[in-house]
């Protein structure tokens, strides 16, 4: 099965940008993994942030922003406030239905 | 609005079963493929199985393969798990989730494998 790589943490000063990546032990990241990213902090279910890469659901704030960058899916964050402190993860899709999460990232905004 | 709610979790000893129902409201149930994905406790999200809108398509992860089911009945609205032969990893909070973007989860079941 796939592995899919995340930063374990990240800090990032109020105001500031931040990008958060997403990796395939199999290779480049491509529009075909249909990449998902999503929040979730302490005690609640996750929210969807994210779909098919760079799609934005109603909800997701403006100053989030999905990429494909470098061979990895990306989400940027830019203009950092306190309450996006969560943990973030991505999920992607692989041939044969199979979908892997990654490891997530603990954001720190500090 | 949209609202998945679980319900069946509990307390299970080694090798023991349990059934996951997701109720679904808010949405046309019927069109719409769902998953199941779990955390374990203080750990990350892992994908555990999906089913197509009609229920003829299902897929599971490795670690759930031969011992879970997931079904549907789209005249109740409902998504299933059936879990057999359960093991102590398993213990975790089980969330369902509605394809089409991923875009609504439930607030998950707390599911806990003990003896």
């Known amino acids: 099965q796939a592995v899919v790589t995340q930063e374990p943490s990240l800090t990032v000063s109020p105001g500031g940008t931040v990008t958060l990546t997403c990796g395939s032990s199999t290779g480049a990241v491509t529009s075909g993994h249909y990449a998902y990213w999503f929040q979730q902090k302490p005690g609640q279910a996750p929210r969807t942030l994210i779909y098919?890469?760079?799609n934005k659901h109603s909800w997701t704030p403006a100053r989030f922003s999905g990429s494909l960058l470098g061979g990895k899916a990306a989400l940027t964050l830019s203009g950092a406030q306190p309450d996006d402190e969560a943990d973030y993860y991505c999920l992607l899709s692989y041939s044969g239905g199979d979908w892997v999460f990654g490891g997530g990232t603990k954001l720190t905004v500090l | 609005q949209v609202q998945l709610v679980e319900s069946g979790g509990g307390v299970v000893q080694p090798g023991g079963s349990l059934r996951l129902s997701c109720e679904a409201s808010?949405?046309?149930?019927?069109?719409?493929?769902m998953y199941w994905v779990r955390q374990a406790p203080g750990k990350g999200l892992k994908w555990v199985a999906f089913?197509?809108?009609?229920?003829?398509?299902?897929f599971y992860a490795d670690s759930v393969q031969g011992r879970f089911t997931i079904s549907r009945d789209n005249s109740k609205n409902t998504l299933y798990l059936q879990m057999n032969s359960l093991r102590v990893e398993d213990t975790a909070v089980y969330y369902c989730?509605?394809?089409?973007?991923?875009?609504?989860w439930g607030q998950g079941t707390l599911v806990t494998i003990s003896s």
């Open positions: 808010g949405f046309t149930f019927s069109t719409y493929g």
């Open positions: 989730g509605k394809s089409g973007g991923f875009d609504y």
């Open positions: 098919h890469a760079s």
């Open positions: 089913i197509r809108n009609d229920g003829y398509y299902k």
